[in-house]
């Protein structure tokens, strides 16, 4: 849903305190949702000015997010959180961990680095010695390290794939945009990919609850690989929109989507290595 202006004025958002917004949102210039708290002090169905409430489908607003003032802050956290997420899993299930973990500590331990083999303290990391799980310095580095290097190379891939397509948008449209803006708006492709792997990522117990009501493993790992397959779609789809806006002709659009599509595809297989 989205609280839309009944007035509606161009030119964007503009902020003032003659409003009845609370965050001071100039109700007829109202463009984006980002800031709305929802008080719901701005609609009034009787008025003939003010907000009125309506339906909308799932990612309209960045669709058209060039209407909705694009932010690299918000970007990177699509990139960096995909990546951060991802990491978290592939410790557990990679070997070159294990390998690494191995020359690493034993190059220390020759160095006589002894501390790393002793445990931290317990709201750093898990020390539960009557479960058997023990986390020493040696772990937490390696784990942390682990993680941030994969959020980084991750992050990187995304980066390039997205100013791929931001440069084949630049040479296959008409439109005068430059490439960092439209680096700006391509990137917002990543949204649902990088939604679905927060999702699956950071809520394994969610997942878990599906096992009490009945699911087998194999159908619980199925419903994962089907909410990512929506986000890989739902990427794609956001990506033709966005290359729309952006004046690419439809007959060659699918160039400019195909450096989007191999990091989602990048994405993807880093998931079914991790846990599919």
């Not at 630049?170 to 430059?178: A, P, Q």
């Amino acid at each position: 849903m989205q609280f839309t202006p009944k007035r509606k004025k161009s030119g964007g958002d503009i902020y003032t305190e003659k409003t009845a917004c609370p965050i001071m949102i100039d109700l007829p210039h109202k463009e984006e949702s980002r800031h709305c708290i929802e008080c719901f002090r701005c609609v009034n169905p009787q008025a003939k000015g003010g907000l009125y409430m309506r339906l909308r489908h799932p990612g309209e607003e960045i669709e058209k997010i060039r209407s909705h003032n694009p932010g690299l802050a918000e970007i990177w956290f699509f990139f960096l959180g995909t990546g951060i997420a991802l990491g978290g899993f592939l410790w557990l299930v990679l070997p070159q961990f294990q390998i690494w973990r191995q020359q690493i500590g034993a190059w220390m331990v020759n160095k006589e680095w002894w501390w790393v083999l002793e445990s931290g303290p317990s709201w750093l990391m898990v020390v539960e010695p009557e479960r058997r799980e023990v986390f020493y310095w040696l772990d937490f580095m390696m784990i942390v390290g682990f993680m941030l290097g994969f959020m980084v190379l991750l992050a990187s891939i995304l980066f390039a794939t997205t100013y791929a397509s931001s440069y084949l948008s630049k040479k296959l449209s008409s439109t005068s945009e430059s490439i960092s803006i439209r680096f700006k708006e391509l990137g917002y492709q990543y949204a649902p990919v990088a939604m679905v792997s927060l999702i699956i990522g950071l809520g394994a117990k969610l997942f878990d609850l599906l096992k009490e009501i009945g699911l087998s493993s194999n159908m619980v790992s199925n419903t994962k690989v089907f909410l990512f397959a929506i986000g890989m779609i739902w990427s794609l789809w956001l990506a033709h929109k966005i290359l729309q806006t952006q004046g690419v002709n439809l007959s060659r659009r699918w160039l400019a989507m195909l450096p989007g599509a191999v990091g989602s595809l990048a994405v993807g297989y880093s998931w079914w290595v991790a846990i599919f």
